[in-house]
């Protein structure tokens, strides 16, 4: 089992787990600097993310997913709530023209799709291909 993910060691299991990831965020710190706060650095794993939706990479987008989940199950509570917030919701509101909530769906957890599906009973939305179970 996984140590307490929390915002101090986030950014270092993302680069291990991700290798590609690697380059987004070195390009990030070149212009920006490292301490910059958790929710930029999620910024940044989010354009890496809509890339590999994008490319179609089933295999690193479930993995990704994977990852996320545990991030919103045993992650500390900043962790938790930077995941939800700047990574689910921000898939989720993007333009069905740059990326299509159902092309990934499938691969959010148990915890992650709950999060989203009380986020859109807030809202008054419902997207396509996050209640198909």
């Known amino acids: 089992m996984m140590d307490e993910v929390t915002e101090h060691n986030l950014m270092g299991l993302m680069q291990q787990k991700f290798p590609r990831f690697v380059g987004h965020w070195e390009v990030y710190v070149s212009e920006f600097g490292l301490d910059k706060g958790l929710e930029d650095q999620m910024a940044v794993f989010v354009v890496y993310v809509i890339k590999e939706i994008k490319s179609e990479n089933h295999d690193e987008i479930e993995k990704i997913f994977k990852f996320v989940e545990t991030l919103m199950v045993s992650g500390h509570q900043r962790v938790m709530d930077v995941t939800a917030i700047e990574f689910l919701e921000v898939l989720l509101s993007k333009d069905p023209a740059e ?32 209640y198909n179970d």
């Open 99 to 130: 990326i299509q909530f159902v092309n990934f769906s499938r691969h959010l957890g148990k915890r992650s799709k709950a999060y989203l599906r009380a986020w859109e009973t807030f809202q008054g939305t419902h997207t396509i291909g996050l």
